[in-house]
């Protein structure tokens, strides 16, 4: 190879690293061990991990039935997406983390029914603060921050229910095809998880994310969740779990 070759793949060997794992806190729990707590304990505001606790208030207050349809236009309101999803079910809007999905089927649901699930899932009370329901809906809102321990547990809790069918038909589908699809490609660990992403603001656009899930999805044995410091879910979150994940002999 020349020099001037070399140089070339050099640089964009570097440009096109991803940002590893000081940017990123791992842990997990070994559900047979009691929930066992392993790895680094991060927090802040949960974005669309928040989905799970909001779909769950939607079933349980009968706010919507589960085949319910929205249809995304990609904007509602002041909340958008990134396309446009159409005409889709709950399910749906959790796998491809549906923004305006949640805008429109919030509408029908009080602040208390919402507050009800997040206390169902992190043993911890949701205040009102003022500002739209949507906020708090879409883990927007600095009330809905947990730490990695909390959201491990709220999987937990998913994972070893024989309930929650929707969140779990959800969660399969944001990796087989929505947003966690580069996490397992070849689904090697059977997967189920959903993403999040923040924007913190600081000098300028600062984005940080989440990505959260159990494995195998039938059975689980082990829950993980990673915050990445910098960056999307796509950018950050899913490359530095993909590396944590494959980087371990789990079985
Ligand atoms: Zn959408």
Same mark, same amino acid.
């Given at each position: 190879?020349r020099?001037?070759?070399?140089?070339?793949?050099?640089?964009?060997?570097?440009?096109?690293?991803?940002?590893?794992?000081?940017?990123?806190?791992?842990?997990?729990?070994?559900?047979?061990?009691?929930?066992?707590?392993?790895?680094?304990?991060?927090?802040?505001?949960?974005?669309?991990?928040?989905?799970?606790?909001?779909?769950?208030?939607?079933?349980?207050?009968?706010?919507?039935?589960?085949?319910?349809?929205?249809e995304?236009?990609?904007?509602?309101?002041?909340?958008?997406?990134?396309?446009?999803?159409?005409?889709?079910?709950?399910?749906?809007?959790?796998?491809?983390?549906?923004?305006v999905?949640?805008?429109?089927?919030?509408?029908?649901?009080?602040?208390e029914?919402?507050?009800? /699930?997040?206390?169902?899932?992190?043993?911890?009370? @949701? $205040?009102?603060?003022? &500002?739209?329901? %949507?906020?708090? *809906?879409?883990? +927007?809102?600095?009330?809905?921050?947990?730490?990695?321990?909390?959201?491990?547990?709220?999987?937990?809790?998913?994972?070893?229910?024989?309930?929650?069918?929707?969140?779990?038909?959800?969660?399969?589908?944001a990796?087989?095809?929505?947003?966690?699809?580069?996490?397992?490609?070849?689904?090697?660990?059977d997967?189920?998880?959903?993403?999040?992403?923040?924007?913190?603001?600081?000098?300028?656009?600062?984005?940080?994310?989440?990505?959260?899930?159990?494995?195998? /999805?039938?059975?689980p044995?082990?829950?993980?969740? @990673? $915050?990445?410091?910098? &960056?999307?879910? %796509?950018?950050? *979150?899913?490359? +530095?779990?993909?590396?944590?994940?494959?980087?371990?002999?789990?079985?």
């Amino acid at each position: 190879m020349r020099r001037r070759e070399f140089l070339f793949w050099l640089s964009a060997f570097y440009l096109n690293l991803p940002v590893w794992a000081k940017d990123g806190q791992f842990a997990w729990l070994d559900l047979a061990q009691t929930n066992k707590f392993y790895g680094e304990n991060a927090f802040g505001r949960i974005g669309s991990l928040a989905k799970l606790i909001t779909a769950t208030a939607l079933l349980q207050t009968k706010a919507i039935s589960s085949e319910q349809i929205f249809e995304c236009r990609q904007t509602y309101k002041n909340y958008n997406c990134q396309i446009a999803h159409g005409k889709i079910n709950l399910e749906q809007a959790i796998g491809f983390s549906c923004n305006v999905y949640f805008a429109q089927a919030v509408c029908k649901l009080s602040f208390e029914g919402l507050a009800t /699930s997040f206390q169902q899932f992190t043993k911890q009370s @949701l $205040k009102f603060s003022g &500002g739209q329901i %949507q906020d708090y *809906a879409l883990g +927007l809102h600095k009330n809905l921050s947990l730490n990695s321990s909390q959201i491990l547990q709220m999987f937990a809790m998913i994972a070893r229910s024989n309930n929650y069918l929707v969140l779990k038909q959800g969660l399969k589908l944001a990796v087989r095809q929505g947003t966690a699809k580069n996490l397992d490609r070849a689904n090697i660990l059977d997967i189920s998880a959903k993403t999040g992403t923040i924007t913190e603001a600081k000098d300028g656009p600062h984005f940080e994310s989440w990505v959260a899930g159990y494995f195998p /999805s039938e059975n689980p044995k082990y829950c993980f969740c @990673l $915050k990445a410091k910098n &960056g999307t879910s %796509q950018e950050s *979150a899913i490359p +530095l779990a993909h590396h944590e994940l494959f980087s371990r002999k789990w079985f």
